[in-house]
């Protein structure tokens, strides 16, 4: 496998964090290594929990902080506040989404060893919740672009209902003389699945995980794929004109 070297450290990061000198912290996303500036906040809130706790808890201020951060953090992202939630983590989101599809039992998720962890968390409750079948298909590292399409399209059955890529661009190919453009929706189609919503660059991810909210609850209205699809962009375009963030998605099959 090639080396990827390292990034040029940003100069002053390292005094903006605790840690260690001689440690290199790599999941800033995951749990601790925060900010100095976020440290002293969480501890203002609980110098204010132990002083107070009742008054904290039970007077209703908590229900207020969290309404105005959720106000605040859309206007950071460009988004409408009332479609907005504060969820405690990732796997909260995803398990939120997942749970709008109407698993039955036996249903097939398909998702790939390279999967987020928390979506693989997600979907591993949902399946237990409703007797749906999590089926992980392994890619490796150094697969080539054929080999993921093959992996992909044979694990598709008569009987899956979502498959799971974590990845963007998954909507790209490439064109190849006397058979057109190959990729993985390609693929899916002979495989049989009737319709499939693909991305066509790095998406954003607040925004694209925002579109996809509205898509899915525009699904549960009863609307057809692509006016959910549809509706979500016009939703999107609203909160933020910019096709990049709107019109990165497209529906390819069956309405």
């Excluded at 808890?57 to 206007?75: C, K, N, P, Q």
């Excluded at 907005?84 to 039992?105: Q, R, Y």
């Excluded at 598709?156 to 990845?167: F, Q």
Aim: with cysteine; hydrophobic share 45%; proline share 5%.
């Amino acid at each position: 496998m090639p080396t990827v070297q390292p990034p040029d450290p940003i100069p002053g990061a390292r005094l903006l964090f605790s840690l260690d000198p001689a440690v290199s912290h790599l999941n800033h996303g995951s749990f601790g290594a925060v900010p100095l500036a976020v440290q002293r906040a969480q501890q203002r809130l609980r110098d204010e929990v132990e002083a107070n706790p009742v008054r904290f808890y039970a007077d209703g201020s908590l229900e207020d902080r969290i309404a105005a951060v959720r106000r605040h953090l859309a206007t950071f992202v460009g988004l409408d506040p009332a479609g907005c939630a504060v969820v405690p983590n990732a796997t909260t989101g995803a398990s939120i989404v997942l749970g709008s599809l109407g698993f039955g039992h036996g249903d097939e998720i398909i998702t790939t060893d390279h999967g987020y962890g928390a979506v693989a968390l997600a979907v591993d409750r949902i399946c237990r919740e409703t007797g749906a079948v999590a089926r992980e298909i392994p890619v490796a590292l150094t697969a080539s672009d054929d080999e993921v399409v093959t992996a992909v399209r044979s694990a598709v059955t008569g009987r899956t209902r979502l498959v799971v890529l974590s990845a963007c661009e998954t909507g790209l190919g490439k064109e190849v003389k006397g058979e057109g453009l190959m990729s993985l929706t390609r693929a899916f189609m002979y495989a049989g699945t009737p319709s499939v919503v693909v991305s066509l660059w790095n998406v954003n991810d607040e925004s694209a995980a925002d579109l996809m909210i509205r898509f899915y609850r525009n699904l549960k209205t009863g609307m057809s794929k692509g006016e959910a699809l549809r509706q979500a962009q016009l939703e999107t375009i609203r909160d933020n004109g910019f096709p990049f963030f709107w019109a990165p998605f497209v529906l390819v099959g069956i309405n």
